[in-house]
Structures are given as structure tokens and as C-alpha cells.
């Protein structure tokens, strides 16, 4: 199809039109870079944010399988980092039983806001921290994991042997 057999003024309009197309385009890009670049640094302050914080913080589904942790959780437990942590978790559980689990993920009863619970270290120990936590909105449970270097004699409940 050729040009020569349209008017002028429809070439015109269309000319116009892609012009318009091309310069929406260039705005909506613009405005994706921005938020994709917005998003990058909001992930980056909360993986700065979580790694910097005082206690150990892990994401677990439902059934117990870890889907992230920060610095200090990993570290607590013996790995290296995060990421070697969710790996090896998949394997061998970061809890040292099944019990273990249970009751660490549970919901806290009333007035108790601190338990026990014992984990499973890279070389096979069991470790005894103190966590808090309780569901999230992801339907995830978010657990804080205080050290061993946290004051149990003020915790209200009895702590079990390791």
C-alpha cells in the first residue's frame, strides 16, 4: 500500500498519532524506571535493615520450611550467610525436632510473648534461644530469635533442658 493515493491530511494525522504513541511511551518508560529503581532501594534498606537488627529474624511457612532470614539468624546457628541457611534448612530443618517446631511456630498464648525453642546448628547441636513472633499477613509466621546471651531468668516460662 502506498502513501500517494492518501490525503495529505490523513498522513499528517497519523504521522501526529505515532509521534503522540512514541512520546507516551518514552513518559510511561521513564516512569517504570523510576519505580522499578524506587523498589530496588526499598528492598535494599529492608535487607539492611533486617540484617542490622539486634536479634535473629526468620520468615517460615506454615508448615516450618524457612523462606528467608537475616544475618544475625544465620550466624546464631553457625552459617555463613542467609542464603546457605535456607539451603541447608530445606535438607536437614533448622529446628532440632519436630516438637521443637511446634511449639516455636505456635501462636503465643496469652501473656506469654517469649518461649523457648531449640534449633539445629550447621554442625548438628542443638542450640537454645529464646523467640517471639506470631503470624503474618502472607500467611507466614515471623519469628524474632533473641541469643543465648539474653537474660532467661526474667522470661516467663521454664526452660526445658538441651
Known amino acids: 500500500m502506498r502513501d500517494e493515493h492518501r490525503p495529505k491530511q490523513e498522513l499528517i494525522h497519523e504521522i501526529t498519532g505515532l509521534r503522540k504513541q512514541v512520546g507516551d511511551l518514552r513518559q510511561e518508560m ?3 524506571r ?3 529503581d524506587a523498589l ?3 528492598a535494599a534498606l529492608l535487607r539492611n535493615l533486617s540484617d542490622n537488627a ?8 506454615c508448615d516450618g520450611t524457612l523462606l528467608t532470614a537475616n544475618q544475625r539468624f544465620a550466624g546464631m546457628l553457625g552459617y555463613e550467610s ?4 535456607q539451603a ?5 530443618g533448622v529446628f532440632a525436632s519436630p516438637e521443637d517446631q511446634v511449639r516455636a511456630l505456635e501462636s503465643p498464648r496469652s501473656g506469654e510473648s ?3 525453642a531449640l534449633f539445629r546448628s550447621k554442625n548438628g547441636c542443638r542450640l537454645l534461644h529464646v523467640v517471639t513472633g506470631g503470624r503474618s499477613e502472607g500467611q507466614g509466621i515471623v519469628l524474632a530469635v533473641f541469643d543465648r546471651s539474653f537474660d ?3 522470661a516467663p516460662f521454664t526452660v526445658p533442658s538441651a
Open 54 to 61: 539486634p536479634v535473629g529474624l526468620g520468615l517460615f511457612r
Open 34 to 36: 523510576r519505580v522499578e
Open 82 to 85: 542467609p542464603a546457605e541457611l
Open 114 to 116: 517469649l518461649r523457648p
Open 40 to 42: 530496588r532501594g526499598s
Open 30 to 32: 521513564t516512569a517504570r
Open 88 to 92: 541447608l534448612s530445606t535438607l536437614v
Open 152 to 154: 532467661l531468668s526474667s
